[in-house]
């Protein structure tokens, strides 16, 4: 009896860790060709949608959106110990406007990064303190990108298939195609 659950508990561990792990690569490639990069949390199952793609995204979804309303709650109990604390109520305002505007700014730009290129990393460095006051809007653009698909697939997709047609066309002109050569004239 004991025997039985200890090889079904192997067994789980088994499956379990064939899910995080990544598929052989396949052998009848060419070895040079460009590799998809990951993205956390996915790996490289958002080129094909394989290995639980869209449970994932349903369920890092979800944990955004719960994260995010626990993220509101915090937000509201400071609020409140503020409003105890007999603050000015210039000081109250202020509090309430700069986590707003901090998250409507941060909501812009992480959204932003998922459809077009960053500007550059020193400009998304700037941006840190901003991100995260602004974690609301964060959290926010991350569970509404989840959405409709893996944040950063759309770039990382373009990128990779630009790179795979510019390698499969470098590659038939090396290999000497016969169907791309240029019928010689004597």
């Not at 974690?135 to 990382?156: H, I, N, Q, T, W």
């Amino acid at each position: 009896m004991r025997g039985d659950r200890e090889a079904g508990h192997s067994n789980a561990l088994a499956i379990i860790d064939g899910m995080s792990k990544e598929p052989p690569a396949v052998t009848d490639e060419p070895t040079d060709r460009p590799q998809p990069e990951p993205i956390r949390f996915y790996g490289t199952s958002w080129v094909d949608h394989s290995r639980m793609y869209t449970l994932r995204r349903f369920a890092l979804g979800l944990g955004a959106v719960l994260l995010t309303v626990c993220g509101v709650v915090v937000l509201r109990v400071a609020y409140a110990g503020l409003q105890v604390s007999d603050a000015a109520a210039w000081l109250n305002i202020m509090a309430v406007v700069a986590f707003a505007i901090c998250s409507s700014m941060a909501f812009t730009r992480t959204w932003s990064s998922y459809v077009r290129p960053m500007r550059g990393r020193a400009d998304e460095l700037s941006f840190r303190s901003i991100k995260v006051i602004g974690f609301l809007g964060v959290l926010l653009a991350y569970a509404m990108r989840s959405a409709y698909e893996a944040p950063g697939e759309k770039l990382l997709r373009r990128d990779y298939e630009t790179a795979v047609e510019q390698h499969d066309r470098l590659h038939s002109k090396r290999t000497g195609n016969p169907a791309r050569r240029k019928k010689r004239r004597s």
